[in-house]
């Protein structure tokens, strides 16, 4: 790599960085500037949410609302990661029983996840077991698809020199069938993370003692618009950190991956 | 060694059967170099898979070592044509050489000595970590050959192995599998289209003919057993066997069997 081309990646680099931070900075401002003088009861200035933040969120509700509804989206999410993952590498390495199962997977993927609230509120009630299982619910489907998909997707050459040299059971799929459905796996999470997001509010909003999304319809009932705006703020960073450490351990996970693109591309 | 008895191959499609492998019957002894040359099309690839396992005959058998194989047998490698897919791009050279020896149940001293020797006897003793993304074509292939190697296989398949590599590294890749052969002693099936490496390579050439496929000579190749680019290349009874081949591969495209 010549020094110009350090140069230059260098420059990539800030400018990202720059734009990743600055783009969200300026999006502030305007709103600070075009709130401020906002006497709308609805529409409060971005000052007087920002100053009810802090005596709102850091005052136990961080540990009676926001810690409970990450323990939801964790549990949910690594269930439905799980059991996404496992039914797909069995339904991807088998036509048979892809074929079979296909009519029935079509149609509960086309049920919107939001439906099975009232359902399992009849079933479950209306505790922890409920949220959980709707995040599964709606997380489930394009981890599974994706999956399956990866495992269709093996390199038949792969497939055969793995054959060759006996890398069969367990060791065929932990060297060749997962790492090479990989990249379709993390897309399939991807996807789920942000769905698994969405559930967990709405399952907090119909019905529940805590949680954020609780807390934001609470506020909203109780007119206290400020904190409602703060719960929403808060809602949409949590979700934006969620998505950077899913980038970075996607990154980590699939450095080969993105070598292999980058050397297609016909890049160093 | 290797028997290959009768084989006949019939893929069924929808609506259409192709016979790609009519009848095949040959022999190869134990230590043998042998190199299977035939007309693009002409079942070479199907033929191959048969012998490793990986496709069941229609009818007819292939033994190894007095066994008949309906599966990958053990003691058989194979080198693909396609290095770029051949090899893990998730695993580093060293451990798409190690993994079929993690197989193999040897243990972790063992197979670290097998994987060193393998890498360095292929001239790539400093490339242990790189991927194999990472790595010139050449280079890749002469991975998927260390892997071969270092699983000290009785038989040894090669599918094509040169022919996506530029002419260069390819003269230097022949030379290499020679090498390795008249010091490991494994007995190597090769395939090729290409008559020069063919000659140049084998002890025998078994010329086929299009599909559906039959042996239609079976030729040794009377040269000397140390072979050199320059001097085997330019020697005349090179030219002589090079000719007949070249005549065979044009009547097989024709159509004679």
Redesign the interface.
Known sequence: MSGRTVGVSAWRAVSRTAYLVGLPLALVALWWLASDRSTSYYWPPLRVVLDSFPGTWFTGRLTHDVVPSLIRLGVGYATASVLGISLGVVLGSSRSLRAAAEPVLEFFRAVPPPVMVPILILLTGIGNTMKVLVIIFGAFWPILLNTVEGVRGV????A??A?????RGP?RLR??VL??A?PQIVTGMHQALSIGIILMVISEMVAASNGLGFAIVQFQRSFAIPEMWGGIILLGALGFGLAMLFQVVQGRALR??H??RK??RGGG | MLDVRSLRKVYEGAGRTVEAVQDLSFGVGKGEFVCILGPSGAGKTTLL?CI???LLPTAGEVMLQGRRVT??P?G???V?Q?YG??L????SCRRNVE??L???GLPKARRAELVEEALSAVGLGDVHDA?P??LSGGMQQRVAIA?AVA?EPAVLLMDEPFAAVDAQTRADLEDLIRSLWERLGMTILFVTHDIDEAVYLGQRVLVLSAAPTVVMEDLAVDLPPCRDQMATRSSRRFAELRAHLYEQIQAAKRGRR
């Open positions: 390199d038949e050459v792969l055969d020199t054959r060759c040299y006996r890398v060791a060297y060749l790492p090479s990989g080969w991956y070598g292999v050397a297609q | 898979k490793a396992g990986l599966e990958p053990p058989l490698a194979v693909f396609e897919r051949s893990f791009p998730w695993m993994l079929p993690r197989q193999k991927y993304w990472q892997r699983y």
